[in-house]
T-cell receptor, first 111, second 109 residues
Framework: DADVTQTPRNRITKTGKRIMLECSQT?????MYWYRQDPGLGLRLIYY???????NKGEISDGYSVSRQAQAKFSLSLESAIPNQTALYFC??????????FGPGTRLTVL | KNEVEQSPQNLTAQEGEFITINCSYS?????LHWLQQHPGGGIVSLFM???GKKKHGRLIATINIQEKHSSLHITASHPRDSAVYIC???????????FGKGTHLIIQP
């Protein structure tokens, strides 16, 4: 089984809908991250978390919120989705200052 | 904020060729990451290095901290090496990464 999983893997939704993307890990890592990837722009940091009580905004947090329900779970929410949030979303985990492990990605399309 | 530049953006080569991908960054760092993204979209960490050189199979990564520059080399390239190679450095908070835009590599048989 994969160490970092994301659900759903693909989602098509409409403008204004609330969407939640979920990330789970079995690696026991303390740090978790949400990134989005857009063609021509590369990957950018949305939110990150040191542990359950620590949530921090990244480079492009506007329009997003997160929840760290447990050490193993980190969810990303779009309260009211808009078309320019169409992107590929990645969750990643990290133990201290080591390499990061990425989930398989969620392809989100907002119509 | 650290600015990360990769070159080339696109590279097509023949099987067996020696490949070099370059990465430069603007602010001093503790470590640099090289990642590989396959056509299916998944991202895999290849290397994390803070000095010198690391080797894994046919892949070699080097870094020059003083010059703020790193290179990823692929020896005896193979079509299965076709992927996007991404350089990344800490800078987004809690070592959240700042990424280059990637190098799209195609190895033709």
């Amino acid at each position: 089984d994969a160490d970092v999983t994301q659900t759903p893997r693909n989602r098509i939704t409409k403008t204004g809908k609330r969407i939640m993307l979920e990330c789970s890990q079995t690696k026991g890592h303390d740090r978790m991250y949400w990134y989005r990837q857009d063609p021509g722009l590369g990957l950018r940091l949305i939110y990150y978390s040191f542990d359950v009580k620590d949530i921090n905004k990244g480079e492009i947090s506007d329009g997003y919120s997160v929840s760290r329900q447990a050490q193993a779970k980190f969810s990303l929410s779009l309260e009211s989705a808009i078309p320019n949030q169409t992107a590929l979303y990645f969750c990643a985990t990290q133990a201290g200052r080591s390499e990061q492990f990425f989930g398989p990605g969620t392809r989100l399309t907002v119509l | 904020k650290n600015e990360v530049e990769q070159s080339p953006q696109n590279l097509t080569a023949q099987e067996g060729e020696f490949i070099t991908i370059n990465c430069s960054y603007s602010v001093g760092i503790s470590a640099l990451h090289w990642l590989q993204q396959h056509p299916g979209g998944g991202i895999v960490s290849l290397f994390m290095l803070s000095s010198g050189k690391k080797k894994h199979g046919r892949l070699i990564a080097t870094i020059n901290i003083q010059e703020k520059h790193s290179s990823l080399h692929i020896t005896a390239s193979h079509p299965r090496d076709s992927a996007v190679y991404i350089c990344a450095v800490p800078g987004g908070g809690a070592d959240g990464l700042t990424f280059g835009k990637g190098t799209h590599l195609i190895i033709q048989p």
